[in-house]
Every structure is written in structure tokens, then in C-alpha cells.
Nanobody
Framework: QVQLVESGGGSVQAGGSLRLSCAASGRTFSTYAMGWFRQAPGKEREFVAG????????YYADSVQGRFTISRDNAKNTVYLQMNSLKPEDTAVYYC?????????????????WGQGTQVTVSS
């Protein structure tokens, strides 16, 4: 069993930055691919970024490419999402997910565990 807890959300002005963290319980964190998704009011959950088990491969939605960076520190059982040049359309609840098998980072249904989410609000 893996428990995920997101933190680092908040309210910022457009152009600002935030770093989200997702802390995972369990001894086998390094065996999970990880992903970040977001969900805005009235919208479906949207893929944001994914990272392979050891961090060697990363994947991004076109909408955040070049602005967001996903990383992980397996020694700390933590995955991060550095968000720069934030835009109002980035406003959403951000969730981290863990995937035991990897390979389908963009599909929410492939993830086995989810955090509770953290709110990110970007004002213009």
C-alpha cells in the first residue's frame, strides 16, 4: 500500500512559480512510476507530467512543456512538480498518482494510488 500526500499549493499571480511536493509512504517508492494530474472546475482530470521509476524519463502535456518540470528523489520518497511562468489556465486541483507498472503515464486509469490533491490558483 502506498499513501500519497501533496503539498505546496497556493495562490500566485500570473508569471509566478510554485513547487508542489508529493510525499509517499512505503518502502517500494522507487518501483512506481509517478504522475501529476490536475482538475479544474467543470473539467475532466488532465494529465500534466509523468516520470519513470528512476527519473530517467519524463513526459509532459503540451500545455505545460517548457514551463513545468517533474522530478523525484527516491531517497526521500518524494516527487516534485516545479511550475514556472504560471498562467490563469493552470488553476486547478493538482493530484499526484503512483503507477506500479508504468508505461501509460497520460492515462489516469492506469494509476493505482492517488493523493488528496492540492489547490493551485493563478490570478491575472
Amino acid at each position: 500500500q502506498v499513501q500519497l500526500v501533496e503539498s505546496g499549493g497556493g495562490s500566485v499571480q500570473a508569471g509566478g512559480s510554485l513547487r508542489l511536493s508529493c510525499a509517499a509512504s512505503g518502502r517500494t517508492f522507487s518501483t512506481y512510476a509517478m504522475g501529476w494530474f490536475r482538475q479544474a472546475p467543470g473539467k475532466e482530470r488532465e494529465f500534466v507530467a509523468g516520470i519513470s521509476r528512476l527519473g530517467g524519463s519524463t513526459y509532459y502535456a503540451d500545455s505545460v512543456q517548457g514551463r513545468f518540470t517533474i522530478s523525484r528523489d527516491n531517497a526521500k520518497n518524494t516527487v516534485y512538480l516545479q511550475m514556472n511562468s504560471l498562467k490563469p489556465e493552470d488553476t486547478a486541483v493538482y493530484y499526484c498518482g503512483a503507477d506500479r507498472y508504468g508505461g501509460s503515464y497520460r492515462l489516469a486509469d492506469e494509476y493505482d494510488y492517488w493523493g488528496q490533491g492540492t489547490q493551485v490558483t493563478v490570478s491575472s
